[in-house]
């Protein structure tokens, strides 16, 4: 459910205005999540300055690491962001839709049927194989399409990419000019990894072959590497997680504000006493007369499992009036429990919401509980909370003042 309407799917002469349909699809949603844009371009700008002079592009891959991909490259694109990357061609399709005038890049690469929709949606494939090259070359001599490619070469992740020799192959075409390459860029693996030495290698190997690359605009760093210094900024940066407020540097404190806010509600409050269990396999025990808050989100919700609570081990710990409350026993599909006893009886009512992200929990904070890392926390965000969008409107330039009327009187 998303409640920050489309205006063209809200009917012309329609009874509801948008605060009103806001507020009916709230009436009904046990959870909440709120993506502030605003934040997002602030973020984007941060990285922008960071990496000045290079052109800060956006990943908005996996429908924005879950916040929405086309309300992000909206957001983005007025806030005069031109380059977008996205895994996939159905990605594409919307961030086209959002960003006429972008250009965009698909790493999950070029396959000999699909060039048509690349020559659709005007985007770009990322190519990291020698195959998928030839094919490429097939479909734009056959069509006489000419939107360019990106070449990936592998510096050492051994995920995507040509090897640095067969990179090397493609330099005499490169020379001749008119080859259609408007990118040239590699992966770094471990860029979060500060002191990892394999960060100064892949820089050295990809300073090498991209230099080869003459006249082509070069891209290494994802948003960690923005900050393992300028000589891994090139020409342009590929930000994503940090976009999306996780932390870029996790071996200090997070240069990036938060985005998202996610809430639920609490459906019922029960006394539970001393000794009694709670939950699934009853491996939470109450050791004190105990107030619980069943609140409306579990792991189908994107709430892993794993961040629950038993006896001996603490689980995640949510928001209640304002005060971290901790989980009470395993998380379920729908429900989790949490242990209110220290609040104030009157602080916690049937109805009310609970923060389960944000007020200082953050994406990596969940993460820990979860046992993973930020971006699977953002991406497994489930489908059925109702969406909010606030902020957004950014302009790139402020718009010029209207010129004056003829005669008109200034005051
Ligand atoms: C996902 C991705 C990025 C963005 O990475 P973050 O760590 O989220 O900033 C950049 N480049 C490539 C090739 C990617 O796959």
């Not at 005069?80 to 159905?90: H, I």
């Amino acid at each position: 459910m998303n409640v920050a309407p489309d205006p063209k799917s809200i009917p012309q002469g329609t009874l509801l205005s948008l605060e009103a349909n806001k507020a009916a699809a709230l009436a009904t949603a046990t959870g909440v999540l709120t993506v502030d844009l605003d934040a997002i371009i602030a973020n984007w700008r941060k990285l922008e300055k960071t990496a000045v002079p290079a052109e800060c592009a956006a990943v908005v891959k996996a429908d924005g690491y879950g916040c929405g991909a086309e309300q992000v490259a909206r957001a983005l694109a007025s806030a005069g962001c031109k380059t977008f990357f996205v895994a996939t061609l159905d990605e594409a399709r919307v961030v086209r839709a959002a960003a006429p005038a972008a250009a965009i890049y698909v790493l999950g690469g070029f396959f000999q049927n699909t060039g048509d929709a690349y020559a659709k949606f005007d985007c770009k494939p990322v190519i990291g194989d020698l195959n998928e090259l030839a094919e490429w070359d097939v479909f734009c001599r056959r069509s006489g399409w000419s939107g360019g490619a990106a070449i990936h070469i592998d510096t050492g992740m051994n995920r995507l990419g040509l090897t640095v020799t067969e990179a090397q192959g493609i330099i005499p075409r490169i020379n001749a000019g008119d080859h259609g390459i408007t990118l040239v860029m590699s992966h770094l693996a471990s860029a979060e990894m500060l002191n990892n030495p394999a960060n100064a290698r892949q820089l050295a190997a990809f300073r090498e072959i991209a230099s080869l690359f003459a006249g082509v605009p070069a891209s290494l760093a994802n948003s960690s590497g923005i900050f393992l210094g300028a000589q891994f900024q090139f020409d342009l940066v590929r930000p994503g997680c940090a976009l999306y407020g996780i932390n870029p540097t996790p071996e200090a404190d997070n240069p990036m504000l938060p985005v998202v806010e996610l809430k639920a509600r609490i459906v019922q409050i029960r006394n539970v006493e001393r000794g009694d269990t709670v939950g699934y396999g009853g491996t939470w025990t109450a050791r004190r007369p105990t107030r619980i808050a069943v609140v409306s989100a579990g792991y189908a919700d994107g709430y892993f499992r794993a961040a629950s609570a038993n006896d001996g081990t603490r689980g995640a710990e949510v928001i209640v009036a304002g005060k971290r409350c901790p989980i009470a026993g395993r998380i379920s599909m729908d429900l989790m429990a949490v242990d209110v006893t220290d609040l104030d009886k009157n602080a916690v009512r049937r109805g009310h919401w609970v923060t389960l992200m944000g007020e200082g929990i953050t994406a990596d904070e969940l993460a820990h509980h979860f046992g993973t890392i930020g971006y699977e926390v953002l991406t497994s965000l489930g489908k059925r909370y109702a969406r909010v969008y606030k902020g957004g409107s950014a302009t790139a330039d402020p718009p010029a003042p209207p010129p004056a009327e003829p005669g008109a009187t200034t005051t």
